[in-house]
């Protein structure tokens, strides 16, 4: 029997990749001016990841503001209770993630973008008018609702929209994007700690401001995401081939008729259809249509990436990508900042929000590098390097903690050597697994799956900032410099799995990315011929025969300037999907 999602009807000719890499556009700096419409479009969604940012970076400072403590009492003072108050953010935002899976394939990208940011303000409203620990609480887990939608919704939604030459870099975009939103969300706190003054006397504004403050961005995001074009790949798959077409032509920058715009579409339609054949001989009894019988479909979809071997390895290198972001212990380090800058022997809560705030400078200028040369470089290189350098920097805090965190104030030096290897932490993280991660787990899965992919790998990240963001507290307090050998240990395993079991992914389009899963010897006779006769039959095969024409009529369009629908061919009800 066929696998439902297993393996893709487009891949398979190495002459058409060649033909597309030879007529793709510039990578880096240049390839993004060159897509400067799917640049201007990857940049404005990309406020989900300033939205999740600045939440993450601005309840550091929070947790240390005198009037915050007040209110809150032993939620700050208890380790325990004060992780459940960091952490329950991230116990949202894992079902937020893995709920928006399904929401994003029924309502499309964009909408579940929408629908996303209007949970998150509720809960912003919730935590800026709290009066207790409970309403920060509750507020803090319906925030995390939003945070993890958006933070699935958003890269899917760069990745389906990017060319391969810059896919890395759009999808880069939102952890840089996040790292603004930590840097101005550090900088606010420290600004805003200054409200009543820094002692007891400090204003409950000094919190609620810059809690409230989350709500302008949201709304820009949530506003203007209505303008923005639907992704060309999840319109393909509700059968709208003509505005699929028409969103790609407009992102691209090309007529129709173009060479690059036919592959493409005829990449994803063949997809499309191959994954909605295999469905209907599989599910014959579940064709109806209605809302039960759609919904059967959505779970065994989820079930095909568990039992199909190419589909389940994906999943394996998004979920485990994501484990080894979060136990880099990079979380650790932005919730607990100014606590951990305190416990290296930086006194007194400005100081430690001022060295925190050098955090945020340093991973968002690290960041930059990312998005500029993340296509070029590749994405293993990059994360092997900068997990080491993760780990390294781990290694040399947990030694000069365990000389001298007993008497802080008489190695000063060694002190203020910890903290810079704090800062170096976070650039390595900040040009590597901050936004290498998140573009893996973005590209790898085929169409018909990829949103129920995405969703667990984001939910995979969630979890497990959630259990760091609980643990850590206790960590400090009972294993000490122990914490930052446990951090490193893992941090090194993770560039030992990315170096010997991720494939690179760069360059190739995500219809490609079978190259690198499919296990060809399980390809039954059956998907060979159904593979074959849908290239036959909408024309991929003769694009494959008739490559270097520059300009190719598109099937479906009249030749005459590359403009007019030629309704006939392809209007949906004739496309066989």
């Known amino acids: 029997m066929p696998a439902l999602a297993g393996h893709s009807a487009v891949i398979a000719d190495e002459g058409l990749h060649a033909r597309r890499m ?10 993004l001016i060159h897509n400067r419409r799917v640049f201007a479009i990857a940049i404005f969604a990309s406020f989900g990841g300033l939205l999740y940012g600045y939440n993450q970076g601005v309840f550091s ?5 005198p009037s915050f403590g ?23 935002a894992y079902f937020g993630a893995l709920f928006n899976g399904y929401i994003s394939d029924q309502i499309g990208r964009k909408r579940s973008i929408i629908g996303a940011t209007i949970i998150f303000c509720i809960g912003v409203i919730v935590q800026a008018a709290a009066q207790g620990p409970q309403a920060v609480m509750g ?108 969103v790609l032509c407009r992102v691209r920058g090309l007529p129709p008729t173009h060479e690059l715009i036919r592959i493409e579409f005829l990449e994803v339609k063949a997809q499309s259809m191959f994954e909605k054949e295999t ?20 779970m065994h979809g989820y079930l095909s990436l568990i039992t199909t071997r190419s589909l389940f390895r994906r999943v394996a290198v998004a979920c485990l990508i994501m484990f080894f972001q979060q136990w880099t212990g990079i979380n650790a380090v932005l919730y607990y900042a100014p606590t951990i800058f305190q416990n290296l022997g930086l006194s007194g809560n400005t100081i430690s929000l001022l060295a925190t705030g050098v955090v945020g400078i340093a991973m968002f200028l690290a960041t930059i590098p990312a998005v500029i040369w993340i296509d070029s470089l590749g994405r293993k290189p990059v994360l092997v390097i900068g ?24 190695h000063t030096g060694a002190g203020w050597g910890a903290v810079v290897m704090v800062w ?31 969703s667990l790998g984001a939910s995979s990240n969630w979890m497990n900032n959630f259990i760091v963001g609980q643990v850590t507290p206790t960590m400090l307090t009972h294993m000490r410099f122990g914490t930052y ?15 010997f079991l991720v494939p690179e992914t760069k360059s190739l389009t995500l219809e490609e990315m079978d190259l690198l899963f499919q296990d060809k010897s399980g390809i039954s006779s059956q998907d060979r011929e159904r593979q074959d006769r849908i290239n036959r039959e909408i024309g991929l095969d003769a694009a494959m025969k008739g490559l270097g024409s520059g300009e190719m009529e598109m099937p479906g369009y009249a030749s005459e300037k590359g403009n007019a629908l030629h309704q006939e061919n392809i209007s949906p009800s004739h496309s066989n999907v």
């Open 22 to 31: 030879a007529l793709a556009g510039p990578s880096g700096l240049r390839g």
């Open 61 to 65: 400072g929070v947790l240390t503001m």
């Open 70 to 92: 007040a209110k809150m009492g032993s939620y700050v003072t208890d380790s325990g209770k004060k992780g459940w108050l960091t952490a329950i953010l991230e116990l949202g």
């Open 139 to 246: 507020g803090r887990f319906i925030t995390g609702l939003g945070v993890g939608s958006l933070s699935m919704a958003v890269p899917m939604y760069n990745a389906e929209l990017a060319p391969p030459e810059v896919r890395g870099s759009l999808v880069a975009l939102q952890q840089l994007s996040i790292c603004f939103g930590i840097l101005v969300s550090f900088w606010i706190d420290y600004g805003t700690n200054y409200i009543g003054g820094t002692g007891s006397t400090q204003s409950e504004a000094s919190w609620r401001v810059p809690l409230a403050l989350q709500l302008a961005p949201a709304l820009v995001l949530g506003v203007g995401m209505i303008f923005m074009p639907f992704s060309p790949r999840w319109l393909m798959n509700q059968g709208r081939e003509e505005e699929a077409l028409q």
């Open 279 to 298: 469905q209907r001989e599989m599910f014959p009894n579940l064709q109806g249509g209605g809302w039960i019988s759609n919904l059967k479909l959505e």
């Open 387 to 410: 997990a080491l350098g993760m780990a390294s920097c781990h290694l040399i805090i947990a030694i000069l903690s365990g000389l001298y965190e007993d008497n802080w104030p008489a």
């Open 424 to 454: 170096l932490f976070v650039i390595h993280f900040g040009y590597s697994w901050g936004p290498c991660a998140w573009i893996v787990v973005a590209e790898v899965f085929p169409l018909g799956v990829r949103s129920k992919g995405i």
């Open 485 to 499: 050998i446990f951090f490193g240990s893992l941090t090194f395993l993770g560039a030992m799995y990315v170096l």
